[in-house]
């Protein structure tokens, strides 16, 4: 795994809800802060490869049972701009 997937994945597996929505703004991904609370609490220590299809995909079918489908689509958006470049 690259440098810059590790600093990624690790980002995504620490984050805080207040961090995750400065990065939903930077990506123009709609979330409020009751979502984003609800999302870093899933995310905090899982150690999910967001560069992984299979553990992506189960992490937003877990964020559409927390957060609702279109929410999900949204974290989906910003994670496809994350990882679209490598």
């Known amino acids: 795994m690259k440098l810059f997937e590790m600093m990624v994945n ?3 597996n620490n984050i805080r809800p207040d961090e995750l929505l400065s ?5 123009q991904v709609s979330l409020t802060q009751k979502q984003a609370q609800d999302i870093s609490a899933l995310l ?14 189960n992490v937003l079918g ?4 927390v957060a609702g489908a279109s929410t999900a689509r949204e974290i989906e958006t910003l994670f496809n701009n994350l990882t679209s470049n490598f």
Do not use: E, P, V
């Not at 877990?62 to 049972?65: C, D, L, S, V």
């Open 62 to 65: 877990q964020i559409t049972n």
């Open 10 to 12: 690790h980002k995504m």
């Open 23 to 27: 990065l939903a703004r930077q990506h």
């Open 44 to 57: 905090k220590g899982k150690n999910i490869n967001i560069f992984d299809i299979r553990q992506r995909q």
